[in-house]
């Protein structure tokens, strides 16, 4: 399989980290929160910085990120 959440979030620039993330570090992180950094690199051309689909679901069906918070 890919890379996970935690490799893939390593490799975001930590002032795009912290503002994603300002507030909400105690939670998991939110589906919403990894496509505002995805529209973020597609914006500035770094797409090659995103995951794949595969490595979304991955996340998603493991519980290494939510889809959304009850």
Do not use: C, H, Y
Not at 52 to 62: G, I, M, N, P, R
């Amino acid at each position: 399989m890919g890379r996970t959440f935690d490799q893939w979030w390593s490799s975001i620039p930590a002032d795009l980290r912290n503002k994603t993330r300002a507030g909400d570090e105690g939670n998991k992180p939110l589906l919403n929160q990894i496509n505002w950094v995805w529209v973020k690199n597609l914006m500035d051309k770094r797409a090659d910085l995103n995951p794949s689909a595969a490595e979304l679901l991955d996340w998603v069906t493991s519980g290494q990120i939510d889809a959304m918070r009850k």
